[in-house]
């Protein structure tokens, strides 16, 4: 009995041992190296990374048009270009198709919702990077700032357009 004790204290003698070492010689200067943001302090463009700046304000087009009950869905369904009929199994989803199908489509239906939410967010990133490259937050080469502002308000206009040609109707109703 008195040698297993012995192999007890033993093992447990080791493993305190080896966690104090490793307590010990581990890392205390630990530097924080971010990889998925921007440090605006540590970030200097050049004429490379332009299109990657401006590129953050066009990202919300795809989302306008081709995410999940968009604005493609709306015209396409509106217009009789497609069809999404009632099936036995599903489809029916509380009306929506129907109510796009027939133009009584309310403020409630997540085409309406998501056309405006996702469109605004495009409007917001436009007027961002506008903003940004006015105040110099974002050093550009000065013969880029003028061309890039007007890339960025006609981008900005498109957005816009979206909002009157899909929303415009549905005050006069």
């Avoid at 080791?14 to 971010?34: I, R």
């Avoid at 302090?41 to 999940?68: C, H, I, T």
């Avoid at 968009?70 to 009929?85: K, S, Y």
Wanted: proline share 3%.
């Amino acid at each position: 009995m008195k040698k297993h004790y012995i192999r007890q204290v033993g093992r447990v003698g080791t493993v305190l041992l080896f966690s104090l070492t490793l307590l010990f010689a581990s890392c205390t200067d630990l530097k924080d190296e971010s990889f998925d943001n921007i440090i605006a302090s540590q970030f200097s463009p050049d004429e490379s990374d332009l299109a990657a700046l401006k590129g953050a304000a066009y990202v919300n087009w795809r989302e306008v048009m081709l995410q999940w009950n968009g604005l493609h869905r709306a015209n396409e369904v509106t217009a009789d270009q497609a069809v999404i009929p009632a099936r036995p199994n599903g489809w029916v989803d509380g009306g929506v198709y129907r109510r796009l199908h027939e133009h009584k489509w309310t403020t409630d239906d997540d085409v309406v919702i998501n056309t405006w939410n996702r469109t605004y967010a495009g409007i917001t990133n436009c007027n961002r990077i506008i903003y940004q490259v006015e105040e110099k937050i974002i050093p550009v080469p000065e013969e880029e700032i003028e061309s890039l502002i007007a890339e960025i308000k006609l981008l900005r206009a498109s957005y816009y357009w979206v909002l009157i040609d899909f929303f415009w109707q549905c005050s006069y109703n």
